[in-house]
């Protein structure tokens, strides 16, 4: 009875079926109407528009709150031998990745052509000029707030990562006030994060029909000559995250002295879990019995997984790097420029950090990035249009970059655990 009165709930035709498939159903209709009744559909683009508003409205609070509560979450306590080298592992990974993105993106320069007049406008014409000296020194903010309004993405991550650390220290202090304080401001973090992540969640169920309305934008302005384009981009990220498992992890595995062969019959189930839940955090159960079965210590993995869930991106960070490119190439025609790729490495990196391991996560940091190199994401802009046709494929995309980035915490957790001089057989857990 219960059950036949949910189904008729408000709605529930829409609400009770996977979003997944809500947002594909409502790319493939965007290309229909776009491409059936070309200008004649252009009325739908507000509707779109109210889509990358939405996201954008949510952007800076989950940024501040989700690095502040990342940052907090590494215990200096904990942050010992191991933490310091699973860390750097996961960073340096990390920067790795968003290289092997950019590489591939520059040799297969996956674009499509998207409105060469808008061009210009929307070039990241400040941040070109700028050379990479004075973009390191911008990193720091002469003041947090103006940084926060001003939307300026790398001076907030970085006071937001020096604040958590801050607070981290608060929460082990022996002063009971000192640490009541820290648990507190820790505390409200965690809930303004909490309430984002329910108002992401809220902002999805309406993706369909915005991914449906910029889509048919997007097809009615410029036909069928788009589609070769989104197989193209699908590809070369694709090619990144195969690149990268294998010469990345298997060769990091392997300068461990752990044999790849090995890593990978392990490393397959998170992989697979990963892939098909979108979700580093739901896979975390997984990862961390691949861990064990690795012979990794559970006082390793119970610590590094979980944060490797939170911190630890690479997957995301391949994704990052492509998908400027495909934008900058179709919104403004133009290659990155060295100064762009390097604060990309920087800012995706960072932003890693940041990326919450739910589905979805790494397409709104993606916004953050694009910011940084000075592609924003302006309601009708060529850029929003070149962003759009990334969201509409994010399923997809997202499947690949979250069984990478699981992979990547077994492999980096493995190999601290090895390097330590921890790594056991599975029986002697
Ligand atoms: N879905 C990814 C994960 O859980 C995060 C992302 O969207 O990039 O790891």
Redesign the pocket.
Known sequence: MEQSEKKKGFMSWYFGTNLLYRILAGMALGIILGLVFKEHILWIKPFGDLFVRLLKMIVMPIIVSTLITGAASISPAKLGKVGIRIVLLYLLTSAFAVAIGLFVGSLLHPHVAIDATTVASAAGKDVAKLSFSTTLLNIVPTNYFTSIVNEQVLPVIFFSILFGIGVSYLCISKDEKVRKNGETILAFFEGVSTVMTKMVGAIMQYAPVGVCALIATVFATLGAKVIGGLGMVVLTVFIGYALHILIVYFGVVGLFGISPVRFWKEAKNPFIT?FVT?????TVPVTMECCKNLGVPKEVYSFSIPLG?TIN?D??AI?QGVCCIFIALSATGQMLTGAQMGTVILTATLMSIG?????????I?LLMVLDSIGLRVDAGSAVAGAYAIILGLDAIL?MG??AV??TGDAACTACVAKQMGLLGTKADQ
């Open positions: 990963g979108r979700s580093s955090y739901g869930a991106m997957g995301t994704y990326t919450a391991g739910v589905p979805g996560a790494g397409a940091m997202d970059r979250t980035n699981v």
